[in-house]
């Protein structure tokens, strides 16, 4: 069964638009959650990691939160560009230490338009 | 500059062929792991390395395994590969043992085709 659910499954919006994307998780425990950018073709790379039971992180346009009581996350992006084209992976690990395991969602698929 | 290093990118095997899928990262990292990713899915975690000759079964070991003899060098082998081992895996390193805040840093990839 899938633990961890994105949404929505791909998205388009115009250059210069503000995104949401959501992340559910039923991971137990939740030790992290980090958000990867996936360039077509490419590897992933990290934006941002949330530790917190109630965790806000920023990365230039990128922002995230994390509220583990409700077990769920977002990743605004403001002000897209069209580089931001991509796929986001919410990623939830399970502890911190060499005994956990990641816990990877689907990905959303973001499409930015001129 | 940090990278990981996945060679090669594109691969087409036939079934019941070998398969080397070699990963190189230039940090020093003692963990490395092997992922694969299809349509739909999550990655899926095959094996973890906690360092050399210290590799252990992920999620879905069957069908492939591993080689750690450097610490900068992981390989994934899939002896007699199979149809539905088509898919794009993925290499990756953190350092430390443990997989918590720290960052994962990813290869970009090997599309490997099994007709």
């Known amino acids: 069964k899938t633990q961890v659910e994105q949404s929505p499954q791909s998205l388009v919006v115009r250059q210069g638009e503000n995104c949401v994307l959501q992340c559910n998780y039923s991971v137990t425990p939740d030790n992290h959650l980090r958000w990867f950018k996936q360039d077509t073709g490419k590897g992933l790379v990290s934006l941002t990691v949330?530790?917190?039971?109630?965790d806000k992180t920023s990365n230039g346009r990128y922002s995230a939160t994390l509220d583990k009581d409700a077990k769920h996350s977002t990743l605004h992006i403001t002000a897209t560009l069209l580089d931001d084209t991509a796929t986001y992976i919410c990623v939830v690990g399970d502890r911190g230490s060499a005994l956990g395991r990641l816990h990877f969602g689907a990905g959303t698929q973001l499409i930015v338009i001129p | 500059d940090m990278k990981v290093t996945q060679m090669p990118r594109y691969l087409i095997k036939r079934m019941g062929e070998n398969v080397l899928l070699e990963c190189g990262q230039d940090m020093s990292h003692e963990t490395m792991y092997w992922y694969r990713q299809d349509p739909g899915l999550g990655l899926q975690l095959i094996y973890i390395?906690?360092?050399?000759?210290?590799?252990s079964e992920g999620d879905i070991p069957k069908g492939y395994r591993v080689s750690r003899k450097k610490r900068e060098h992981f390989s994934l082998i899939l002896d007699s590969a199979k149809t539905n081992q088509t898919s794009v895996y993925f290499c990756?390193?953190?350092?430390?043992?443990?997989?918590?805040?720290?960052?994962?840093?990813f290869g970009s990839g090997t599309r490997l085709t099994v007709l």
């Open positions: 990756a390193s953190s350092p430390g043992t443990g997989i918590g805040a720290e960052t994962l840093y």
């Open positions: 949330l530790v917190d039971q109630k």
């Open positions: 390395s906690y360092d050399v000759d210290s590799n």
